[in-house]
């Protein structure tokens, strides 16, 4: 085998930078089974080939690459390929592409594992394209129901169903895998830190120890479509206005419970033309806190002040409980023995949801994070430094040895 790069993480990013960016919003728009998304698949079963990997699709769109033969007790690792609308390069794509760089690592020294062991992609982590997160992880285990799930809509009215089967899936086989489930023993991902935790820790990697109780919630209010300019203000029905309201009232009610976190990054008008009042408005909250009861609380006031804005505008009201999980706290053993392969790290809490954390009720997982300098993430501006890369690389390769050795 040739010389591992130094930069390999780096050049393994650069190889797919120009695959599913957004000259509108910036960054990145690849979303579950769309033309970018489908091409970083290919794109990573030709790389996990390269290494002699042994590539499978399993029956909800997650792709295994198998290093030796598949079996029960695996090691498993990845992350997913797909992002938010505008993402950055990192989230997602770094934990796999770290994941091949940590094999190059280990078969540059000859190492075999001891036990199955696995990369793995996961389908529409981001919910960018149909709206819930860790979709790919959610089937596996159950925590979203098959029907739910196929009849979910992208944007442009697609059912999850429609592109499943458009990309080469079988509908009728979505679901709850627990033969795919049973083959992880345990499970390590490694992604870029959202947030700014490991710059004040002034360490390049921690692990996770918990990810906050969090969920989506979709919001529409109804009241009447009319003329912009034919309509009297006190004659209105306008179901922007408590939608307005609800973007407010979710600042106060996050700022009133510690730790919490709400926001509104979506709100679509119907029929949305300038010179028309709104005959309905989605309105969709991602809501955030340490613990199940401080994020109920979060979205009960935010719920309250919404159902009141409707009445005195005259709308109507109607809320989705979209997706939810509660607060995850990783395996303390298998943390443990990350920390051990790894000598000393920092550990620490995130607000983002992942794939491990949807696995976590099912199997031991543990989460490396690799500094983010700006702190930024869900945005262009999300970033590692290239040597931090490659100490996830190398922290994640020194976990594999040990984990996959036993």
Known sequence: ???????????????????????????????????????????????????????????????????????????????????????????????????????????????????????????????????????????????????VALNLKDPSGNTFAEAVKAAGLDPSRIGKDAEALSRIGRFVELHVEQGRGLIDMDAPIGVATSILAHGRWRFRFTGEGNHAGATPMGARRDPMLPASQLILSARWAASSVDGARATVGRLVPTPGGTNVIASSVDVWL???????????????????????????????????????????????????????ALGTAPALPTGAGHDAGILAAHVPTAMLFVRNPTGVSHAPEEHAEPDDCEAGVEALAKVLEKLAAE
């Open 1 to 147: 085998m040739s010389p591992v790069p130094t930069n390999a993480a780096t050049e393994l990013l650069t190889a797919i930078k120009d695959v599913g960016t957004d000259p509108a919003r910036g960054g990145y728009s690849r979303h579950g089974f769309d033309t970018a998304e489908l091409e970083l698949r290919e794109w990573f079963t030709a790389e996990a080939g390269k290494r002699g990997l042994d590539v499978e699709v399993d029956r909800n769109g997650n792709i295994w690459a198998w290093w030796g033969a598949p079996g029960p007790d695996a090691l498993v690792t990845g992350s997913h390929l797909d992002s938010v609308p505008g993402g950055g390069a990192f989230d997602g794509p770094l934990g796999v592409v770290s994941s091949l760089a940590a094999v190059d690592l280990l078969q540059a020294k000859g190492f075999k594992p001891g036990r199955p062991l696995a990369l793995m992609v996961f389908a529409e982590e981001e919910g960018g394209r149909f709206g819930v997160p860790c979709l790919g992880s959610r089937l596996l285990t159950g925590a979203t129901p098959a029907d």
């Open 286 to 340: 991602d809501a955030r806190a340490p613990n199940d009861g401080r994020t109920r609380s979060v979205v009960e006031r935010i719920t309250a002040a919404a159902k009141q804005a409707a009445r005195d505008e005259g709308c109507e009201l109607t809320v989705t409980e979209e997706s939810y999980g509660d607060t995850v706290h990783f395996d303390a053993a298998l943390r443990e023995e990350v920390v051990a």
